[in-house]
């Protein structure tokens, strides 16, 4: 992309933008290296041009896709990686805070059976709660039957029904 004058704005870049942190994982700052401006030029053009801060918006949101795919590759049914798991969580809104989960025997049970298993104890010992269990549950499932996930969602359910009802 050629480099213009710092206050140069395009009406191209909106492209640009979503192109590149959809299929890249582009943040700002790289944009501002490709076209040789400041951040605050950028975040200027954001306010000042409504089609590139539309542009930009669906940029955002598809580079959550992008980073979702990469990180997704760090989940495999060998090994469990936790970093990328939780960094996964932060990327795609689904973790409130920044906690990190670990469950090393997740990495370690070898079916998918063992591996609902870990997530039950770790539900039921209230190490984590019902969202977590169901988002480690959605990536571990990606492997596994349908029929095999939807009924460790309802032993999660039971659990949690079992729960409110104080027993």
């Known amino acids: ?3 213009g004058h710092p206050t140069d704005y395009k009406p191209e ?10 299929n890249e994982g582009y943040i700002v700052e790289e944009f501002c290296l490709d076209w040789d401006i400041s951040t605050a ?26 980073h979702k795919r990469l990180l997704e590759r760090g989940l495999s049914a060998d090994r469990f ?25 997740l990495a370690k049970a070898k079916t998918f059976a063992k591996k609902c298993d870990v997530i039950l104890k770790a539900f039921t010992d209230e190490y984590i709660n019902s969202k977590e269990a169901n988002a480690i549950l959605d990536m571990i499932g990606k492997m ?18 079992a729960r409110k009802q104080g027993r």
């Not at 870049?13 to 959809?22: G, L, T």
């Not at 349908?146 to 359910?157: A, G, Q, Y």
Request: aromatic share 12%; proline share 4%.
């Open 81 to 105: 990686n936790e970093r990328a798991f939780a960094m996964l969580l932060r990327y795609c809104g689904e973790s409130g805070d920044e906690r990190t989960i670990r469950l090393p025997k």
């Open 41 to 66: 030029t950028f975040y200027n053009w954001l306010n000042v041009h409504p089609a590139f801060l539309d542009a930009y918006t669906r940029g955002q949101q598809r580079r959550k896709g992008y």
């Open 13 to 22: 870049y909106c492209e640009y933008v979503v192109d590149k942190m959809a």
């Open 1 to 3: 992309m050629p480099v």
């Open 144 to 161: 596994a039957k349908i029929d095999e996930v939807t009924e460790m969602r309802k032993k999660l359910e039971e659990i949690e029904l």
